[in-house]
């Protein structure tokens, strides 16, 4: 059993970074691989980034690429999105799953209860 929270999410101006945690209980995290989507109001879930149970491998979406990255620290028992040059798209909820695969689907063992990012123009 994982169980996983959220948290650093806030307001911050177009252009502007934020940095996001998700911090895991369970002994299994560094078994799983991770992910952060996000949901736009009025929008479907989207995928954004993931991270393999190492850390050794990353993938981003398009639409973030060169501007999220995704570490993690297993001691920690955390992954972070660290998201800069936001835009107007970044307003969103977003999530951090858990899963013993890698990849992008959306169906992970585990979830979050999300972190509301803002961004202001």
């Known amino acids: 059993q994982v169980q996983l929270v959220e948290s650093g999410g806030g307001l911050v101006q177009a252009g502007g970074s934020l940095r996001l945690s998700c911090a895991a209980s369970g002994r299994t995290f560094s078994s799983h691989a991770m992910a952060w989507f996000r949901q736009a109001p009025g929008k479907e879930r989207e995928f954004v980034g993931t991270i393999s149970y190492s850390g050794g491998k990353t993938h981003y979406a398009d639409s973030v690429k060169g501007r999220f990255t995704i570490s993690r620290g297993n001691a920690k028992n955390t992954v972070y999105l660290q998201m800069n040059s936001l835009r107007g798209d970044g307003r969103a909820i977003y999530c951090c799953?858990?899963?013993?695969?890698?990849?992008?689907?959306?169906?992970?063992?585990?979830w979050g209860q999300g972190a509301q990012g803002t961004v202001s123009s």
């Open positions: 799953g858990a899963s013993l695969d890698y990849g992008l689907a959306a169906d992970k063992d585990y």
